[in-house]
Every structure is written in structure tokens, then in C-alpha cells.
């Protein structure tokens, strides 16, 4: 592809990504698809020749658009929101064609300066302590952006456990840094994100994850407690990582608590706030920090909530001395004549190698402005509230997390399996997308507003699928109690059923209800419109009808019609023989 050409598929480029954008909403937010489908689609070798462009662009929308999960989607509300904006889209576009790597400050002078500055921005909109910024006079502090979270953790574990075998060394010289590293010990809440764990794993050092509060919520006695535990077992406490925003329900754990113990411990305080960070950029919510002053690393996710797009994890620390102490390497080739007067940001995290992240985040903070974020924050903050009082307003359901941000998570009063179910027939649908959760041992779903642009529309389109689906679950429920079928028999006719996949589309439910509990008088006819349909699956025979029976018909058909038979949801229905009445 040349110049010429370029500027045309560029255009054209970008008028299909401006396409999509406005016309997400009417695909389905999940694919359709099954593992292994792109296999077949594909040829199983590389093109030999170069292939014309239009034959590429077809086949983006034949075959690889089916099996994206469109987190753009206004009924994307699954996990948290994947960064996204025209701003960030063009300032990454600009960062490919620039195609730099900026892994010393020689390597590309504007990387590390205008990741440096736009850092200093962030970290002084969230309200970080001035210890934790570069330009900070006399300070060691400063800001750097790692690829996710998770490296951001596994870096902070990385610097606590340099520090402390420094520490150790120095008072045991004649001890080998393997027994020193076979002391240490970490602690995190059940409620931190799984990246602790791993980092834990990879450090090769011991972590203890700790019980939360009622509100999961870590506290500072329980940490102290656990403490003089394990010093008294000799271990030698060196990191905490707290969680401002857990991913399961957004609960926040007690820093201000927690703060004082890991720095009177002499433990290296990380505060990982990937998703609710961001929301500190709103001076209402920056009490949530309360404890930062202990803190010596602290990071958030734009590529979640500040409409930036993947990757882009920011992190501060208040010594950067002590963050690179642990990572330097400095081979005579990376080296350059101004390594003592500038930042060389190949020594604040692992990879080498770095693009050049910082434009897309200034592109954003500078076309949205401070305020223009905050209203962003704020409107999804809103629009959860604006669903937790729907849900709350259903004495079906229950709200399962205290709602700050973005993230409701609720369920259906009733079994882990009776939600389990709910979720997996809304999901199957197409119509919403979410992902479940664990709060107390209860199975709950979470709903994120997750789209840039979310609208109440979207929420309340999102309720009434939601209690759609509920009412056809109790219903059928309902009608599963009332057919007076013991339960031990339905559990076993259901793994029955299971195996030999017995499932009915939505809209043959009534032909369904009709043959179980009504008595139709051309039931041969209708035997035989099973077996066409089901070829070799059970028919279900017609049972006496109650009129509690032919209520639950009535109201199940109400909600049908409501529905329009446009789907492809299905319904598993429990035939059993003992209980048919020939
Ligand atoms: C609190 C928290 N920490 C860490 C992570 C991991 O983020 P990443 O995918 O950027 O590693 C997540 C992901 O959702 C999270 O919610």
C-alpha cells in the first residue's frame, strides 16, 4: 500500500469505525457463535501474495465481525467499561503512524516528557498527594503508564521485595537472599483482584489474602491482627495491596485504617483502584482515598473508565528510586549521555520496549477537559442509581452491594441456581450482556453501565429485559411446583432431560403448556406434530387441569406476547412419565 492509497482506505477506515460506532446497537451484543468457528473460515495457510484490500474488508465484516462481543454496545453492561472515545482513537492513530519506542528518553525525547506532564495531570485531577508526582520540587515522586493493572501490581510487589531484602541484607549480611525471600509475606483482601495472587506467584513470596468486613471492606484490626501473626511465626511482613473499587462488587477496602498499620509495619502500601480510581477525578468521591498518604504506589485504569482506550494503566509512586532499584538494567547499548538529568521509563517496569501510550490520554484529557470527565463519571454514577431504584423498587429482587460508581450488582430473592439460570437465559438471548459475581457465598449479577454515551433508555430497556426473563423463570417455575411433581423426581427427569438436550423454542411454550395441562382432544394429531418437530425426543402427554394451572397459562402467555417471539431463547421442560395421565 502506498501514500495514495492510504489516504483513501484511511478515510474509508475511518468512516467504518465512525459506522460502527453509530450502528452497534443494532447487532447483538454477544456472538453466536461456537468455539472454533473462525477455523473453517479462514485458510489454514498465510496468503503467499498480497490480496486486494476489498477482499480484506469483506471478510472483517463476514467473518470477524460475527464473533466480536461488541463492549461498545448500549447493552453491553457485562464486567467494566473498555475505554473508548474518537479523541483516544485518533491519538492512537497518530501514536502507529509516529511508530516509535520510547523505552529511554534519548529513544524518543516526547514519550517519556509527555507521559511524564500528562501523568502529573492525572495524578493532580485524581487529587494523589504531590509526593507521587514528578514535578513535585524536591519530591521522588512520578508517574509512569504500564500496559494493565496487573503488571502495576506485579511491579509495586516487585520494588517492595527489592526494598525489603535490602532492609534484611543489611541487618543479616551473612544470609543468603533466598532465606530472606522465604520470610516474606504479603497481604491482600479475598476481595482483591486475582492479580495479586499471581503476582504473589511469580514474586515467589508468601501472601496472605485476608477475610473482608460485612461490606468487604478490608480493615485495618484484621490486618494488624494477622500481622503479629505471622511476625511471631517469623515472617517479616514487606507489602500490602488495598483495593479502592474491588472487581466483584466495587466495595472499598478501609485505607485509611489499613494505611497507618502497613506503613508502621514497614510494608510497601500498594492501592490498586483500576476501575473506581478514575472517579476520583470528582472531588466527591475522593474521600474514598482517605489513607493515600501511606500509600507508596497507586494506580488506575484509563483504558476503563476515562474513555481512553486499551492500554493504558497509569501508576504512581512516591519514590521512584525505590520502584527502579528493583528493575535497572543498564547495558552499554541503552545507555545515553543524558541518563542522569532524564527519566528512562525502561527501568520502571519490564518490557523494554514501550509505545507511545501518553498522546491518546492527552488527546483525551485535553478534548473532554477535567469537567467534561467528570461529567462522564458522574452520568454513569447516576445512571446506577438510577437501576439500583428499580431494582429496589421490585420486592422480587435484592441489591447485593453498596452503589457508588457505575456497578450494580443484584439478584432474584430466591437460589444461586434460580439466578445462575436467569443470567445464562438473559445472556443466551443476545439482548443484554452481563457477568456474574460471588458476594457472601450468593450468586449475583452484575450490571455495569458500561456504554460512553449511556442513557436512561438504555437502563430501563435493560430492566424490562431483566424482569422478562424473571417472570418467565418464576413462572415456569411455578409451574414445575404446581404440576405437584416431587421434587426429587424433576432433579433427576432435568439431568435427564439434560443429557438428551430436550429443548423447546420459546414460542412452542404454549403448544407446550397446552399438552401438559390441558387435555386436547386431538392428542394423536399432536403427538405427531412433536415428533416431526423432535425427532426422537419425548412427547409430552396431557395432564388434568387446575385452575390455578390455567391462571399461570394466562399470565405466561401475557408475557409472551409481550415479548414477540423474536428469539432464540429456550426452555427445558421435564416430561415424566408417572406423572402423565394417559
Ligand atoms: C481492581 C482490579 N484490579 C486489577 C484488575 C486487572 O486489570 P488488568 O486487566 O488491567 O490487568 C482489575 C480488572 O478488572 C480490577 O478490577
Known sequence: MDCKEFRQRGKEMVDYIAEYMETVGERRVTPGVEPGYLRDMIPKEAPAQGEKWEEIMQDVEGKIMPGVTHWQHPRFHAYFPSGNSFPSILGDMLSDGIGCIGFSWAASPVCTELETIVLDWLG?????????????????????????ASECVLVSLLAARAQKVKELKAIHPFVDEGVLLSKLIGYCSKEAHSCVEKAAMIAFVKLRILDPDENLSLRGATLAQAMEED?????????????????????????????????EAGCWLHVDAAYAGNSFICPEFQYLMKGIDHAMSFNCNPNKWLLTNFDCSTMWVRDRFKLTQAMVVDPLYLQHSYSDKAIDYRHWGIPLSRRF??????????????????????????????????????????????????????????????????????????????????????????????????????????????????????EAEMVKEKSGIPESVLESSNQEVGQIQHKLEMSELLELMERVIIPI????????????????????????????????????????SKRQFSFTDTIEFVPKEETTNP
Not at 493532580?124 to 494493565?148: H, R, W, Y
Not at 473499587?245 to 466495595?251: E, I, L, N, R, Y
Not at 442509581?385 to 423498587?393: C, I, M, S, T, Y
Request: aromatic share 8%; glycine share 8%; with cysteine.
Open 521 to 560: 382432544p386431538k392428542h394423536a394429531e399432536a403427538e405427531e406434530r412433536h415428533e416431526e418437530k423432535h425427532p426422537g425426543q419425548l412427547a409430552i402427554q396431557p395432564a388434568t387441569p387446575t385452575p390455578v394451572v390455567h391462571k399461570i397459562k394466562q399470565k405466561v402467555s401475557k408475557q409472551l
Open 231 to 263: 511476625r511471631a511465626m517469623g515472617l517479616v511482613p514487606f507489602f500490602v495491596s488495598a483495593t479502592l473499587g474491588t472487581t466483584s462488587c466495587v466495595s472499598f477496602d478501609n485505607l485509611a485504617e489499613i494505611g497507618p498499620i502497613a506503613s
Open 124 to 148: 493532580k485531577m485524581i487529587g494523589l498527594p504531590a509526593d507521587f508526582l514528578s514535578f513535585t520540587e524536591g519530591g521522588k515522586g512520578g508517574g509512569v503508564m504500564q500496559s494493565s
Open 357 to 474: 501510550r501518553a498522546l491518546k490520554l492527552w488527546f483525551v484529557i485535553r478534548n473532554y477537559g477535567v469537567e467534561g470527565l467528570q461529567r462522564y463519571i458522574r452520568e454513569h454514577c447516576r445512571l446506577a442509581k438510577r437501576f439500583e431504584a428499580l431494582v429496589l423498587g421490585d420486592e422480587r429482587f435484592e441489591v447485593s452491594n453498596i452503589v457508588r460508581m457505575g456497578l450494580v450488582c443484584f439478584r432474584l430473592k430466591g437460589t444461586n441456581d434460580l439466578n445462575r439460570t436467569l443470567l445464562s437465559n438473559i445472556n443466551a438471548s443476545g439482548k443484554l450482556h452481563m457477568v456474574p459475581s460471588a458476594i457472601h457465598g450468593k450468586y449475583v449479577i452484575r450490571f455495569c453501565v458500561c456504554a460512553q454515551d449511556a442513557q436512561d433508555s438504555d437502563i430501563d430497556y435493560a430492566w424490562d429485559v431483566i424482569t422478562d426473563y424473571a417472570a418467565e423463570l418464576l
